[in-house]
């Protein structure tokens, strides 16, 4: 026992990811290992702690808070606070949660399964053997069923399933791996799983999963009600099954996520790394995008893509599936919706809304309070990349260079996703989907009221694209708050200042499908002198036409007749033999088209990267009709890359002699496109192979877009450049880029933990505005 006379009282404030991690566990046993006294509580200020104890073991208290922390903890602030007086404390006690106005916690993540729950549901010794529901401290469902702070059981879903006495003392015990882990439960007192056929109806089967498994062995389509919504499964080894589950869905091409049962199974499909490996196996258990494997799986599982989605078993249930002796050992894990709606999260909806896809229902009985998708990243030269950010990555906070007031940024169109900031903490939500349609509206304003709830926050201004007529422009509007307006680009520019922490201003080459510019055309392909608080367009690609409006992004063929059109002008189209690739579109559609872009009519200008790949792809005959987003420069990309086989990219770059043309226009660098396209025309005459042109176009647009950065890099003096937008998820793109700047001595930044494409740019929008509201500037300085 220590000496009373020698001890010291301090009060230690925490703020940060620090409820639901096994925090408190841990500093209860560290205040035993120490002698120290005293108390820890939860509370909506973060974790406060009152420790009694002589000098020397406080100060090594303090420390190990920090550096021994669990791995789930996330530490943003620790105050310490000296206190003159004792209390006389005779143990350490964790108190029951405290929670009053203005929360300051942060909610953590879900995380994926822990090895030491794994070890317990395949031990037949254990009581929970085979229980699909298992989880502790360090795993299991956090954000998808909290429903109020602090995260405590009663405020979660899981307070409709009360502890039975077995999982109570693990609860309530501080030195058990479970004690305080809210969705604690067992199978006498936790949720359950239940077969259903395909009009909803339960049957009443020994096993659920047995009959999940045998399902999917037969080449049936399997709905599951999973951790933050349902999958549609089905076997990825089946080529019926996947054309029954596109033909049902209306999913023609979109490439399909697969889930392997371990690392063995994916090592069979795909390329895999040590970092693929680290990736696949971390806490997040995010969508890992990877080279597939010849002759592995299905075929139509990724048409025209060289790439293929793997993520490994991140909940018990999915474990104990892959462990039925009749289950598939790779299974196609695709989001339970219907195609541009959100997925399903309540057994009703689910039941009533997938009946025409699914042939069976796994369905389970704890509720999903926040429903979220997968994430997806990939692995570069400089470690992860997200791409979508979502499970296993949301609520987690970014910090900010500023302390703003709270704001609500409301994104953009597609891959929206919404920012609010408390103090200087920005929290990014999870990946929304395509803004276009009431499910998705409902289903983003819930979010944001969700959001709102758990932190504590009420904006007191917001921000919205340039654009006014996104649905989250009309959002912000409707709200009567405030209002800031942020272009597109500066925003996907400011989303990768504020990552990096970097707060002078950089060269930002922004490289994406469409953004509303300052001067109302569309912009695309833009290089940025900006920093967090204004910008100035200095660079970008040419004009194009863009015939039908928004109607070429889903038609690339419309883009490639626009590229013969810049090259060749109206009259000498009327002429033009056209490329083979073409030649299948209906005559009838292609006269219309010549006569629109002759007169002008619906042709509005776009210096859009996006729409150049898009034509370039049309002219190779790769994708003349878009099934989503990012089709055709995705299979563009692929070609480039089976013909760049293992070729280094700095050897094809050094061998390049490509020669960019620009000129100056209104005192802006405009690269020239027509060089590019008549390569690409020379090429087709020459019959040259199209995987060749294919590579050939990506080599000299590279050489290109580095010119231009080296040239305004030399007039600005500015070193720092950024490469965002979401043209720059084609890696072959962004480490061509990479490898010229940096050879050059640039500092190069990009996106990484928050996604390059418009999934990011409401955390660009929250600090411009934010920056705005608070210096009381209307405008946008440019």
Known sequence: MKNFYDAIRVEIIIQGTVQGVGFRPFVYRLANQLGITGTIVNTDQGVVIEAEGKKESLQEFTSLLSSAAPPLARISSLQQHPQQTLKGFTEFSILQSICTAGSKTIIPPDIALCSDCLQDILDSKNRRFAYPFTNCTNCGPRFTIVESIPYDRPGTSMSHFPLCSACKEEYEDPENRRFHAQPNACADCGPGLSWHDNPGTRITVPSPLGETAQALEQGKLVALRGLGGFHLAVDAGSEQAIKRLRQRKGRKSKPLAVMAANLDEAAKICHLSTE??????????????????????????????NEIGVMLPYTPLHQLLFQQEDCPQTLVMTSGNMSGAPIFTAN?????????????????NR??????????????PRGPQLLRRARGYVPSATHLPHSLPPILACGGGLKS???LTRDQDAFLS???GDLFNLESLDFYKESIYHFKRLLQVEPEAVVCDLHPDYLSSHYARDLGLPLYTVQHHHAHAAAVLVEHGIQEK???????GSGLGDDNTVWGGEILEADCFSYRRIGSLSHLLLPGGDAAAQAPWRMGLSLLHHVLGSQGLANFRLPQGLQGVEEKKRLALYQMMAQGFNCPLTSSCGRLFDGIAALLGICLEADYEGQAAMELESLARRAKGKRPLQELLDNCRWKPESCLVNNRLVLQQAGLIRQVLDQLAERTDPADIALDFHLCLIQSLYFCLRQLAEETGIRKIVLTGGCMQNSLLLEGLFILLKQEDFTVYTGENIPVNDGGISLGQAIIGGLRHVSGSTHEGH
């Open 276 to 305: 693929a490996i680290s990736l696949l196996s971390g806490p997040e258990h995010p969508i890992v995008l990877l080279a597939r494997k010849k002759g592995q799986l299905a075929e139509n599982l990724t048409p025209g893509i």
């Open 348 to 364: 009703d909806a689910a039941v009533a809304g997938l009946s025409e896809i699914a042939d069976y229902f796994l369905l389970h």
């Open 367 to 380: 509720e999903i309070v926040t429903r979220i998708d997968d994430s997806v990243a990939r692995i570069t």
């Open 417 to 419: 996703t919404f920012c």
């Open 430 to 432: 999870q990946h929304i």
């Open 506 to 512: 950089v060269l930002a080459l922004v490289l994406d």
